[in-house]
């Protein structure tokens, strides 16, 4: 007596379209970072930005010059995590335990990221607020009220990104999500 195969389980739609929508943004920055690299191979912004800078006699925070100082890996850090953004979105979409897991290291790194670059941001106000070598509140209140309002804006989306990303790892660990996937 053979049993009737039991109806397969449908899949969720969140799970598809948040494959689809990163997989659609991993190609675009795979795209833009080939595009990019091509740029920096002719010619070399952050020369040209320091002498822009220095023709202005204006300083620039260390932090920044080290950006421009390194571009080059930057961008082929940058096309990297495309790449893998693509490749684990891609096992994401076919429903491959991996692809979960990568999905889910990609938006771990992405919320420790933002927090990264808003204390980066931070110092680097910091360092012009020390450069100024005065009060800025005293030249103009408006400046100091702008740079603080910059400095919580990078603290504030750094936490808004954080927790919609902690979301999404929640239900891509829940137990119907999970059953989705193959091991």
Do not use: Y
């Not at 912004?45 to 620039?60: E, N, S």
């Not at 891609?90 to 335990?97: D, H, I, S, T, Y």
Request: aromatic fraction near 8%.
């Amino acid at each position: 007596m053979n049993r009737p195969n039991p109806p397969p389980q449908a899949l969720s739609s969140f799970v598809t379209v948040m494959a689809c929508l990163s997989i659609a943004l991993g190609v675009l920055g795979v795209v833009s970072g080939v595009i990019q690299g091509a740029m920096l191979l002719s010619l070399d912004p952050g020369a040209l930005m320091r002498q822009q800078f220095a023709a202005l006699g204006a300083a620039l925070p260390p932090q920044l010059l080290w950006l421009f100082d390194h571009l080059g890996l930057l961008n082929l850090l940058s096309l990297l995590s495309s790449v893998f953004v693509t490749v684990v979105s891609w096992g994401l979409l076919k429903r491959q335990e991996w692809g979960r897991l990568g999905f889910i290291a990609c938006l771990l790194l992405g919320a420790v990221a933002g927090f990264f670059f808003a204390a980066w941001f931070g110092q680097a106000m910091t360092w012009v607020n020390a450069q100024a070598g005065a009060d800025l509140a005293a030249i103009d209140p408006m400046l100091q009220a702008m740079q603080s309002a910059m400095k919580a804006v990078m603290v504030v989306s750094a936490v808004l990104i954080a927790a919609v990303h902690a979301g999404i790892i929640w239900k891509l660990c829940t137990p119907a999500i999970r059953a989705e996937f193959q091991r």
